[in-house]
């Protein structure tokens, strides 16, 4: 009998207890297992690095704006999202009184939960590359923990079923992803909230900007709670279009050349207003985890805000990385420009707002920050 998802009414607390912290092993093991990949050289862990903010550090021959598959050659399009604080995104949805969607996982939303971002990989033949969930069933019937776990957790006949093996596998990794490894909300920020840090001149000069919907925009999409709030993911999980402009570098390497349609890439979604929208990611270790944006145009998180700042500032008319003008965007006709107004930054407010968004950043991953101050 399949046991595993039936309704916690027919166990104890206790068996409850046990059977979460059982799949929530099991979940971790599977994450770092590169034996679900093809040829075994991938796991989830490659591209979503516990040891790097769970962004994907490699080079990758292209800087780390995107991911390298299992095979070696292929190459994606978009950046490999933080799995930091991920489970706190809604399921994916329209809101009606905003009118917007909301939610989801990966950059367009186009699984509701974890459990169906955990499933996507390994089946993606240029990602983790493997046939079918049968061979992934087997691949994990392998090895005898595999096989022993998922009997105590769903029962003795679940390796009947291919289908049901790999949503059991799907929901195990998941149930690690909501572990507080992924989320301890112990930043510095989170000290400070605490009384357990005093903020620099400069971080309490960002704070103050970045709260401000008077001074500045991030507030408008990165605030979920309201300043001084514990929990805070800074993002509102909505999507927008923000003009990020196609990243011909990343696209020289991987060949591609159609424009990516963004939120219309999820099969849910037809309306042709949401094209070029991409999920507001979550601000949460923003400055270990480079390169920026969906495609990983921008290297630096100065240049991210900079660039905010020229929709508002006729001034900010130069790519400091470039040292040229601010490419067109790949999407023109959806960009957010409502939701993009604010007052022109200064040099020194900008270096503010960076100074803020560093202390943002996990406990265990501030010896990544590059200049702590």
């Not at 390298?68 to 706190?88: E, H, Q, V, W």
């Not at 679940?158 to 992924?182: C, P």
Request: proline share 4%; with cysteine.
């Amino acid at each position: 009998m399949f046991t595993g998802c039936l309704s916690d009414n027919t166990l104890s607390k206790a068996e409850i207890l046990k059977q979460k912290q059982d799949k929530e092993i099991l979940g971790k093991v599977l994450y770092f297992d590169k034996n679900l990949s093809k040829n075994r050289t991938q796991s989830c862990a490659t591209c979503h690095n516990p040891e790097a903010g769970f962004v994907d550090d490699r080079n990758n021959g292209v800087n780390s704006m995107a991911s390298l598959g299992d095979n070696n050659t292929s190459i994606g399009d978009r950046s490999a999202p933080t799995a930091s604080y991920a489970m706190f995104s809604p399921k994916f949805h329209y809101d009606i009184k905003k009118k917007k969607y909301i939610g989801g996982q990966f950059w367009d939303g186009r699984e509701d939960d974890l459990e169906g971002q955990a499933g996507g990989p390994p089946l993606n033949p240029d990602e983790m590359g493997m046939k079918d969930k049968k061979e992934v069933s087997l691949r994990l019937q392998e090895n005898s923990y595999y096989v022993e776990s998922f009997k105590s957790i769903y029962g003795d006949d679940i390796w009947e079923n291919d289908d049901l093996v790999y949503k059991a596998m799907t929901e195990v990794i998941a149930a690690f992803e909501r572990t507080k490894e992924f989320a301890p909300f112990d930043s510095k920020y989170d000290r400070f909230l605490k009384g357990e840090y005093n903020l620099s001149a400069l971080e309490d000069l960002g704070k103050a900007i970045f709260f401000s919907n008077n001074n500045n925009s991030c507030a408008t999409c990165h605030v979920l709670k309201g300043e001084d709030k514990l929990g805070e993911t800074f993002t509102n999980y909505e999507y927008h279009n923000i003009g990020t402009p196609a990243n011909t570098r990343l696209r020289a390497k991987n060949g591609v050349s159609t424009i990516d349609g963004g939120l219309l890439n999820n099969p849910k979604v037809t309306d042709k207003k949401e094209k070029g929208k991409y999920k507001v990611p979550t601000l949460r270790n923003v400055a270990v985890t480079a390169p920026y944006m969906h495609n990983g145009v921008f290297k630096d998180l100065r240049t991210v805000v900079e660039f905010y700042d020229k929709y508002n500032n006729k001034d900010r008319k130069i790519n400091p990385e470039t040292n040229k003008p601010w490419e067109d965007p790949e999407v023109k006709e959806t960009i957010s420009l409502e939701e993009l107004k604010s007052k022109r930054q200064s040099d020194r407010k900008i270096e503010a707002l960076v100074a803020f968004m560093k202390i943002l950043t996990d406990k265990k991953y501030e010896h990544l920050l590059i200049d702590s101050k």
